[in-house]
Nanobody
Framework: QVQLVESGGGLVQPGESLRPSCAAS????????MGWYRQAPGKERELVAR???????NYADSVKGRFTISRDNAKSTVYLQMNSLEPGDTAVYYC????????WGQGTQVTVSS
């Protein structure tokens, strides 16, 4: 059974941090680049951070310098350290491989509001 389980979102104030994590089935995780995607209300789901199987990272311009993606291959888990959060970061955050598979988890809600 293919699973993607995101957790660690929450409600924070601007400038604060969160570190969501995603546990993935090995069939999705192993030997694949993994990404964090987000979807805000009324918007398309977008890739905001990507990490290759070897650890190379790429970021969308909107999060560059604030977000850091990492992975633990032994645990099939990917993390997203989110610092200096802004109201524009409010969205449901999902993980998936890159390119994305047809499988999605439930996501984790991140809300940034004062």
């Amino acid at each position: 059974q293919v699973q993607l389980v995101e957790s660690g979102g929450g409600l924070v104030q601007p400038g604060e941090s969160l570190r969501p994590s995603c546990a993935a089935s090995r069939i999705i995780f192993s030997f694949n680049a993994m990404g964090w995607y987000r979807q805000a209300p009324g918007k398309e789901r977008e890739l905001v951070a990507r990490i290759s199987s070897g650890g190379s990272t790429n970021y969308a311009d909107s999060v560059k310098g604030r977000f850091t993606i990492s992975r633990d291959n032994a645990k099939s888990t990917v993390y997203l350290q989110m610092n200096s959060l802004e109201p524009g970061d409010t969205a449901v955050y999902y993980c998936n491989r890159d390119p994305r598979s047809i499988y999605w988890g439930q996501g984790t809600q991140v809300t940034v509001s004062s």
